[in-house]
Structures are given as C-alpha cells and as structure tokens.
T-cell receptor, first 113, second 113 residues
Framework: GDSVTQMEGPVTLSEEAFLTINCTYTATGYPSLFWYVQYPGEGLQLLLKATKADDKGSNKGFEATYRKETTSFHLEKGSVQVSDSAVYFCALSDLDSWGKLQFGAGTQVVVTP | DAGITQSPRHKVTETGTPVTLRCHQTENHRYMYWYRQDPGHGLRLIHYSYGVKDTDKGEVSDGYSVSRSKTEDFLLTLESATSSQTSVYFC????????????FGEGSRLTVL
C-alpha cells in the first residue's frame, strides 16, 4: 500500500538557518503530495501541495518539488524564524482513495533565537 | 478558516466506558474523516464518510464506530474505551476536489484511565 517516510526529529535550528525535511513516498498511482504544519495545541493546516511531477509548491517561504524519479517531496526554507517551530507532516493522496491522506510520522522543528 | 468544531476538546474517562466525539462542519463538504494522532505514527485514518449514512473503515477502525445522519455532523464512538485508545482525535473535511486537500479541526484529546 501507499506509504510516506519522513526524517525523524526533533530538528533544532538557530534562527535564519536553512531548513530541509526529507520526505519520500511509495505509491502505486500518481498521488498528490502535501506538507501540513501543526503548531502547538492546534490542528493541522495545509502548508503547500503539488499535484503532478515537477510541480513546485510554495507558501510562507517554504518550498517543495514533486520528484517522481526519486519519489521525493522534500520541504525547504531558506531562513527559518522562531515562529516556524512546529511539527511538519508529509502526506500523499491517491485519487482512487476518496481523498484519504496517508501521513508520515511527522518531524518536529525547533527554532531557537 | 474552515468551519469545523470538535467536541469535547478534552475528556478523561475510565476503561470500559462508552465515549462519543462529535465533529460539526458548516462548510457543507461531502467528505468527513476521523484520524487519530499518536507519537511516532503521524495521523492514522479511523473511519471516513462520503455522504449521509455512507461510511467506511480506515486503517485503524477496530474498537470504533461512526455515524453520519446529517451532512454537518460526524460522530465517532468508542463503545468500550481502552487505554490504547488514549490519543488525540482529529476530524477533517474535504469537498472531494481532485487535489485531495483536507481541512482539520482543532482536535479532541482523550485520556482513558
């Protein structure tokens, strides 16, 4: 079945550092790929998405490119802020699965001043 | 923000007691989902609904039942709660668009003693 693997955390960074969170997936079809973010005490909210190969999703300075050849969707941000401290989830949705999402385990990011 | 309300937000109960969590949406979305979030597992799908009175099982459905008698309400019931069901439960909704994007509620934290 479909699955998502993302790097374990926590990832601790200083403010203005470069952030990369690796995400790879296994899917039989051509899934849509997502990054969701969860701030402390809140539900998940969509950060960015890509629906086909070579698409780049971007939002709030974060970017991720759908790489079909490496089955990857790595999240990057060039200069993190303390407010980026959160848990980040990579997820995929197969169009045959009624929009159900398969999530990775989540990566906690801690940004220190 | 998507209009999704979960209740109760926090509940402590004892093993063997029944528990019902409610999800209410004001978006008139067709699809509704219940996920549970546990450390190291990300989010896992319990049950989902693709319309009034139309529901199906997800990845971790044992010990849970659901009902959807109205478009706006999706109930998750633990018939006899166990300690392994201690978790944070998230409701999500989708309009079924081809990107598979979900909108999440703020979560219900359940502790089973």
């Amino acid at each position: 079945g479909d699955s998502v693997t993302q790097m374990e955390g926590p990832v601790t960074l200083s403010e203005e550092a470069f952030l990369t969170i690796n995400c790879t997936y296994t899917a039989t079809g051509y899934p849509s790929l997502f990054w969701y973010v969860q701030y402390p005490g809140e539900g998940l909210q969509l950060l960015l998405k890509a629906t086909k190969a070579d698409d780049k999703g971007s939002n709030k300075g974060f970017e991720a490119t759908y790489r079909k050849e490496t089955t990857s969707f790595h999240l990057e941000k060039g200069s993190v802020q303390v407010s980026d401290s959160a848990v980040y989830f990579c997820a995929l949705s197969d169009l045959d699965s009624w929009g159900k999402l398969q999530f990775g385990a989540g990566t906690q990011v801690v940004v220190t001043p | 923000d998507a209009g999704i309300t979960q209740s109760p937000r926090h509940k402590v109960t004892e093993t063997g007691t029944p528990v019902t969590l409610r999800c209410h949406q004001t978006e008139n979305h067709r699809y509704m989902y219940w996920y549970r979030q546990d450390p190291g597992h990300g989010l896992r799908l319990i049950h989902y609904s693709y319309g009034v009175k139309d529901t199906d099982k997800g990845e971790v459905s044992d010990g849970y039942s659901v009902s959807r008698s109205k478009t706006e309400d999706f109930l998750l019931t633990l018939e006899s709660a166990t300690s392994s069901q201690t978790s944070v439960y998230f409701c999500a909704i989708s309009d079924g668009g081809n990107t598979g994007e979900l909108f999440f509620g703020e979560g219900s934290r359940l502790t089973v003693l």
